[in-house]
């Protein structure tokens, strides 16, 4: 009942009376506690039905904790719903330097085109790709490693057999792991099936036959990957060199050898017949009106995904998608809410404008607005703080103060100019209103070091206060992302 959290303001002066029954009404109004939410956990079981779970190994060489655990993840995610809808082709809006772009790529056979407007960000996912080439020959020799003990333990384990007419691929590898020592080859997704690179495309020519084989080594091969070189799931298709049968020194050949050495070349066949990349990232900026296709030339049934979708390119990805009939699915993390337009935020009319708040047509039948200062306390996590993860309280006041600053001595209350991470730079508060004033293009020299100190000292008893407030602001916070959040499934609703 909505009464019941009513009397946390009083009435006359609408201040915060009631602390605690103030956050148990943000906690109510939360999106775990609407009912609305469906655990991830519960999504991918109803997406992938019996199937096994792909397992591969973690991205944490290549990227920290924090974007190691999103794309992974996300990536899992992506994968089941592009399964589901049966579809090969994704396009990563806002892709950035590639992160999640190549991880879908790479671990799960996904052909993917990442699109992000910063030219630079784009050279970024090119150099990255460049990058992981060369950590290719680290993973080769670890392998070889791996193939060399696991030789040895299975030699132990094995018993004497009198005769034996047919070597398994999988011992003829092990056995001849020292021979590839010395070589600079690499073994390919031809012999074993890296990052999921297990059913390739056998060009029209071939008959029914050899597309028969190819279904028939899968299992084979599949085991040989997770049992002899899982390390080098994580590497794509493009970087390894052909490792041609030419390179093994045996003598006579059984039939299952000769079976599989000519899927081997079908198989090098196909892929060389097809892209030999499956990561493209583009420079482009993405608006609603966007047209794919004029961007993508093979555009074909597809999805859109995009982590961290800043500001209105969250909006616009979602309106993308309703509109598109090639874009048969949508997964999105959006971001930095205090980016987004909003319609009512200023009176002016702009008829033309395509917003990022409200979406759906019920906030805007009321005219909802939610401002600036409550879009950015709904970036906050109050998971982060319930944690141990404290607000940055001292940067938060050094910036509470500088703004009494500019207000009282220069007159300025509103500035299109921004501080940024100045606090980081700056050794002490003097410092800090130094370094900020000339960001801010105002002149500091009227402003001598006394003058900067009595304010620190004016306020500082006011510091607690300050982090009590923002506490609230924390509390909130998940209060207003939902709106957010609702406000944009109800317009796929609606759609």
Known sequence: DDDIFSSAFCENSEKLINVHLFALAANYYSLSNLGVCTP??????????????????K?????????????????????????????????????????????????????????????????????RNRKLKKHWRAYQSRGRENLKSQSLERANDRPVESEIKCKT??????NNASSLENQ????????????????????????????????????????????????????????????????????????????????????????????????????????????????????????????????????????????????KAVCSVGCCYHLLSEQFENQEEYHDQVWGFPMCQYLKDEGW??????????????????????????????RAVLQVIVEEIYGVTKSDRHVGKTFSKSSSFIDYVRRSLK??????????????MDYYEKYKHRMSELEAFNMLKVVLAPCIEVLILLDRLCYLKEQ
């Open 184 to 327: 600079d080859q690499v073994i390919t997704q031809d012999l074993i099936p890296s990052c999921g690179f297990t059913e390739m495309a056998i060009p029209e020519t071939n008959t029914e036959t050899e597309a028969d084989l190819v279904t028939g080594t899968q299992s084979h091969e599949t085991k040989l990957s997770e049992e002899v070189l899982p390390i080098l799931n994580v590497l794509p298709a493009d970087v390894a060199e052909d490792f041609s049968s030419s390179h093994y020194n045996c003598g006579e050949l059984c039939e299952e050898e000769k079976v599989q050495r000519k899927m081997t070349s079908l198989k090098t066949k196909a892929r060389k017949s097809t892209e030999s990349n499956l990561y493209f990232p583009l420079t482009s900026c993405i608006t609603a009106e966007t047209e794919l296709k004029d961007i993508i030339t093979d555009l074909e049934d597809c999805m859109m995904v995009g982590l961290h979708t800043c500001g209105d390119l969250a909006a616009n990805t979602l309106r993308i998608f309703t509109a598109k009939p090639e874009i």
């Open 369 to 398: 607005c939610c401002g600036r200062n409550a879009r950015m306390s709904a970036c906050l996590a109050l998971e982060r703080v319930a944690v141990g993860q404290m607000l940055p309280t001292e940067s938060l006041f050094y």
């Open 439 to 452: 960001k801010l293009e105002l002149d500091d020299s009227k402003l001598p070091d006394s003058c900067i």
């Open 40 to 57: 991830l956990e519960d999504v991918l079981e109803g997406l992938k039905g019996d199937s096994e779970r792909a397992t591969g190994i």
């Open 169 to 174: 691929i999988n011992e003829e590898l092990l």
């Open 59 to 127: 991205p944490d060489e290549f990227m920290n904790n924090k974007k190691s655990h999103e794309v992974q993840v996300m990536s899992e995610l992506v994968d089941s719903i592009a399964n589901y809808c049966g579809i090969k082709q994704v396009i990563d809006i806002g892709s950035g330097k590639g992160y999640l772009s190549s991880f879908l790529s790479m671990q799960y056979n996904l052909k993917v085109y990442g699109i992000d407007s910063s030219s630079s960000n784009t050279n970024g996912a090119h150099e």
